[in-house]
Antibody, heavy 124, light 103 residues
């Protein structure tokens, strides 16, 4: 059974960089047909997709966050990471990592396995 | 950019009743739409993909339909564990959610 587990700092100061890692177990991050995503949810609000990465290292980001986001992969550790720079209070959210499964490239994809989520608070 | 709208925002029903949730896309997405269930303090769970296919382990009381711009998630008979928030999703876009709560 595939499992994803987020880890990282739960408190980040404004203007600093948020850093999170997602460890994947029960399967290889290099498996074909999948990519690895970050999704966030501000308290009491809906879901916002942040971006995804393939095991090759190719990335695609939400245009609204693109200038501040970097997603990277470490195949040797079977994990991938998120960095979000210049954070503000608006970045306070539960951050989820998830596996993205593509049905039809550029048309249909879904998120079939999720981590439990980690709350990141931006505050001085 | 596709925008998804969901209605109603809240649906108040009793156990055993039928729930019908709607998701509308701002442009045609063919059948490439998914539904997720989220309970408090938990991650979303994939219920339906490709508009009508149940994900692994999802009970048969959950069904999806629709194509183009209009989609429906139906829960045929609500169980106590079905009271939750439901989101539709198409590529990087999520709908705002429908909360199904106990009447």
């Amino acid at each position: 059974q595939l499992q994803l587990q987020e880890s990282g700092s739960g408190l980040v100061k404004p203007s600093q960089t948020l850093s999170l890692t997602c460890a994947v177990s029960g399967g290889s991050i290099s498996s074909g047909g999948y990519s690895w995503s970050w999704i966030r949810q501000p308290p009491g609000k809906g879901l916002e997709w942040i971006g995804y990465i393939y095991h090759s290292g190719s990335t695609y980001y939400n245009p609204s966050l693109k200038s501040r986001v970097t997603i990277s992969v470490d195949r040797s550790k079977n994990q991938f990471s998120l960095k979000l720079s210049s954070v503000t209070a608006a970045d306070t959210a539960v951050y989820y990592c998830a596996r993205r499964i593509v049905v039809v490239p550029e048309l249909g994809y879904y998120f079939d396995y999720w981590g439990q989520g980690t709350l990141v608070t931006v505050s001085s | 950019e596709i925008v998804l709208t969901q209605s109603p925002a809240t649906l108040s029903l009793s156990p055993g009743e039928r729930a019908t949730l709607s998701c509308r896309a701002s442009q045609s997405v063919s059948s490439y739409l998914a539904w997720y269930q989220q309970k408090p303090g938990q991650a979303p769970r994939l219920l339906i993909y490709d508009a009508s296919n149940r994900a692994t382990g999802i009970p048969a009381r959950f069904s999806g339909s629709g194509s183009g711009t209009d989609f429906t998630l139906t829960i045929s008979s609500l169980e106590p564990e079905d009271f939750a928030v439901y989101y539709c999703q198409q590529r990087g876009a999520f709908g705002p959610g429908t909360k199904v709560d106990i009447k």
